[in-house]
């Protein structure tokens, strides 16, 4: 069967592309490699199924090749299945396992069955080409590198870069936003989104016991990076981390598909300052209101009509003006995104933060001083007539 892929890949170009300047000449052949390798693969190309009825629904069965370092992946054997025992290769396991963590989240949160929501297969490709610094989904199946073994490690290890991968997936047959510019960094931040809720909802973890982390795995305990991205913290995962975490330092550029891993950390604070003021898990109520989201949304969806979904359904799930969309609005304007017909200075009277260095921040503030002049008028008045009455009482006492 042949087929036009759009190939979701883990690690962000600009990391990769930063590896080709290394000193260590096998690190800088292996980003080589594995850019050509993607760029490869982002044309046509032709897929074969490698086991019977790899492309039929299947409740989310599993099944796991082994590449054996090639890249056809006709020729991958079968090492892991549904029915079978586990592997002797660990990397099998762990694939076999992210796939099945990932599939009952979805189906025991969102009720949704598999990716599609149709039961579909979950195949994956271990040990895909030699030296391989990425793992990627294809709108079809995932694949895992096995790293450089000098920067990074096996991308199996890692539990958010799987369900960051599958999460694509969920967004292709949902609101299928086109991979460019703003819609294409929120296709990114939801993958980050359903990544981490993933991983703490397998760890049990709330909103505040979380790190945050977005495949903290990947890399060896030998390099200085905590992970590909920090959704707590944008622009702090490493020294260099390139991404913002507010509409004031949004990268334009023309690479990385519009900068699409660049921008995803508005998104990202965004959903992260939504979970830690609901509190609590955070595939609960903030997961609800952002899958609900995703399934309202299109594919030209930017980032303020996300918001202002976001925003709505916090109010249509839950309770209009309660916490989950009091925790929406305020989250939002603190990455420097005002939702729309909702006045900015409603975030503060509701006991909200909001980004004093924002122009929705600062225009904020002044109506803050002008609504405290004001009331501090009202109380000045109300002590005036005080004194007058108890003049007038004293007065007529004589």
Request: charged share 20%.
């Amino acid at each position: 069967m042949t087929s036009v892929l759009r190939v979701n890949c883990a690690i962000p170009p600009y990391i990769l592309e930063e590896l080709l300047e290394s000193d260590n000449v096998e690190v800088r052949k292996a980003a080589l490699n594995t850019l050509l390798t993607t760029a490869r693969l982002r044309g046509a190309r032709t897929v074969l199924a490698a086991f019977p009825g790899a492309a039929t629904p299947g409740n989310g069965r599993r099944t796991v090749f082994d590449c054996r370092n090639g890249t056809d992946l006709a020729f991958a054997v079968l090492a892991r299945s549904e029915d079978g025992p586990p592997s002797s290769d660990g990397a099998a396991n762990r694939a076999f396992d992210a796939l099945g963590r990932t599939r009952d989240f979805y189906q025991r949160v969102f009720a949704r069955n598999s990716i599609d929501g149709q039961g579909m297969r979950l195949d994956g490709y271990i040990h895909y080409d030699e030296k391989y610094n990425n793992a990627f989904w294809d709108g079809r199946e995932m694949c895992f590198g096995d790293g450089d073994g000098i920067i990074f490690s096996d991308l199996t290890g890692s539990l958010s870069v799987i369900a960051h991968e599958l999460a694509h997936g969920v967004t292709e047959h949902t609101a299928g936003l086109v991979y460019r510019d703003q819609s294409g960094a929120l296709n990114e931040s939801i993958s980050d989104v359903f990544g981490t809720l993933v991983e703490q909802w397998t760890l049990n973890q709330t909103a505040d016991q979380a790190d945050w982390l977005i495949g903290r795995e990947v890399f060896t305990p030998m390099v200085q990076k905590d992970a590909l991205r920090s959704m707590r913290a944008p622009g702090h995962a490493w020294a260099r981390d390139p991404q913002p975490d507010h509409m004031s330092n949004y990268v334009h550029t023309s690479e990385d598909h519009g900068g699409v891993h660049y921008n995803s950390g508005i998104p990202n604070k965004a959903f992260y300052l939504t979970a830690a003021a609901i509190g609590g898990h955070a595939w609960e109520a903030p997961g609800m209101i952002w899958y609900e989201s995703l399934k309202a949304s299109n594919s030209e969806t930017r980032f303020q009509e996300f918001a202002d979904t976001t925003y709505q359904k916090a109010g249509d799930l839950y309770e209009v003006g309660g916490l989950q969309q009091q925790a929406v609005l305020g989250a939002w304007q603190q990455v420097g995104i005002t939702v729309t017909g909702v006045p900015t200075g409603i975030a503060r009277e509701q006991g909200l933060m909001v980004d004093e260095n924002s122009d929705a921040g600062q225009q904020d503030s002044v109506a803050a001083v002008a609504r405290r002049v004001q009331a501090l008028a009202g109380q000045v008045q109300e002590l005036s007539n005080d004194v007058a009455m108890l003049k007038g009482g004293v007065t007529s006492g004589r």
